[in-house]
Each structure stands twice: as structure tokens, then as C-alpha cells.
């Protein structure tokens, strides 16, 4: 079955370290998001890909890095510039531009700073 | 700046009866309107789109209405079930510089279906 698979499922991180979540999806979409979901925020963009090789900030991009080498792989970076990583981050993706088809979404992955 | 409410932000009633959720968006400059399911500590799970120039879109017991140029969503379940407690997000795709456009999520309505 085509779906979206985010690990690891959980990630502990301790200050001043940077981790990287996994994204991938065998889906054939062209574009690929990151949203981070705070208790009582909602859902805010952190980063999204329309093509390989390019990326654009989202909203809350500060403390974050993205690359996307292969059409199905955009993983996540939280660096140790991001103040305050705990959070629960959500990967999507959609076909062609997003105008006219709806999002697909990952599991999550639940970040902790220990 | 585009804006998304859903209200209520907690629903409990008890099974079998038919309830309603709804979102407002402040700005119809959209592509279309997605609803979502959420359940406790995991991802979300389309559960149905409406293109702007649709009124509504059916899912077996589920059905969406979209209203643009008043800019509500309604999202109705009929015979609520135990299994239907989760929180729904609404969320739409608003018109931007970008050829992806951007889907902005309201807070969600958590419901809870009591046996």
C-alpha cells in the first residue's frame, strides 16, 4: 500500500544536539511538507518542497534545516538553534501543486528534549 | 491573513446521535477544504476534500458542506459512534505566491461518543 512512513516513531534529544526525522513516501507525490503540532497551537509549517533540490520556509523555519535529494525522501533536521523542540512533527506530501488534491499525512514523529 | 475556527473545541454526546462540527475561514480565496481525523498520539487521516467549487462532498456517514463566500464547513456525522471520539481538523488550502498554495488548520473539536 502507498502511504507516507515517518521514523523514528519517538526521539529523545539532549540539549545542543541536532536530530534528523525521517520522512518517505512511495506515493509519487511532487510535494512534500513538515508541520510541527503544539498543544493548543494547532498545526504550523515548518518547511515544504515542491521539486528535488529545492525547498521554501514555512512559518516557524528558524532552528530547522531540509534537504530533498530524491523525490521521495525529505527529511528534517532540528538543529540546536530551535529553543524549544518538544513537539509532535508531522510530515505530508500532495500530487502535483496541492491546488486541486488533498494532503496525505504521515504518523508523526514525538520529539523530546531530555 | 487567512484565519481557521472550529467550534466547538470539545463535543461529548452520546451514541447514536447525529451531531455537526464546524470551521469558518476568513478569507475564501481557497482551493479547496480538507477534514481530517486525529487520533491520540497519531497522525491524520483525510477523511474528506471539497473542492471550492463544490457544496459538498459524502463518505459514508460522514458528509461536508462548504459554503466559500460565507466561509463555513460544516462536517456532519450521522449515528455518532463510539469509535468516532477523536479530535477533527479542519483545514484549508489558501491561495499564495507558491504553486502549492497552503493548507491552513483550525485548533480542531475534540469529540467524545459515550457507549
Known amino acids: 500500500d502507498g502511504g507516507i512512513t515517518q521514523s523514528p516513531k519517538y526521539l529523545f534529544r539532549k540539549e545542543g544536539q541536532n536530530v534528523t526525522l525521517s520522512c518517505e513516501q512511495n506515493l509519487n507525490h511532487d510535494a512534500m511538507y513538515w508541520y510541527r503540532q503544539d498543544p493548543g497551537q494547532g498545526l504550523r509549517l515548518i518547511y515544504y518542497s515542491q521539486i528535488v533540490n529545492d525547498f521554501q520556509k514555512g512559518d516557524i523555519a528558524e532552528g530547522y534545516s531540509v534537504s530533498r535529494e530524491k523525490k521521495e525522501s525529505f527529511p528534517l533536521t532540528v538543529t540546536s538553534a530551535q529553543k524549544n523542540p518538544t513537539a509532535f512533527y508531522l510530515c505530508?506530501?500532495?500530487?502535483?501543486?496541492?491546488?486541486?488534491?488533498?494532503?496525505?499525512f504521515g504518523s508523526g514523529t514525538r520529539l523530546t528534549v531530555v | 491573513k487567512q484565519e481557521v475556527t472550529q467550534i466547538p473545541a470539545a463535543l461529548s454526546v452520546p451514541e447514536g446521535e447525529n451531531l455537526v462540527l464546524n470551521c469558518s475561514f476568513t478569507?475564501?480565496?481557497?482551493?479547496?477544504l480538507q477534514w481530517f481525523r486525529q487520533d491520540p498520539g497519531k497522525g491524520l487521516t483525510s477523511l474528506l476534500l471539497i473542492q471550492s467549487s463544490q457544496r459538498e462532498q459524502t463518505s459514508g456517514r460522514l458528509n461536508a458542506s462548504l459554503d466559500k463566500s460565507s466561509g463555513r464547513s460544516t462536517l456532519y456525522i450521522a449515528a455518532s459512534q463510539p469509535g468516532d471520539s477523536a479530535t477533527y481538523l479542519c483545514?484549508?488550502?489558501?491561495?499564495?505566491?507558491?504553486?502549492?498554495?497552503?493548507?491552513?488548520f483550525g485548533q480542531g473539536t475534540t469529540l467524545q461518543v459515550k457507549p
Open positions: 483545514a484549508v488550502n489558501q491561495h499564495g505566491s507558491s504553486n502549492t498554495g497552503k493548507l491552513i
Open positions: 505530508a506530501s500532495s500530487l502535483l501543486t496541492g491546488k486541486r488534491y488533498g494532503y496525505t
Open positions: 478569507d475564501s480565496a481557497i482551493y479547496n
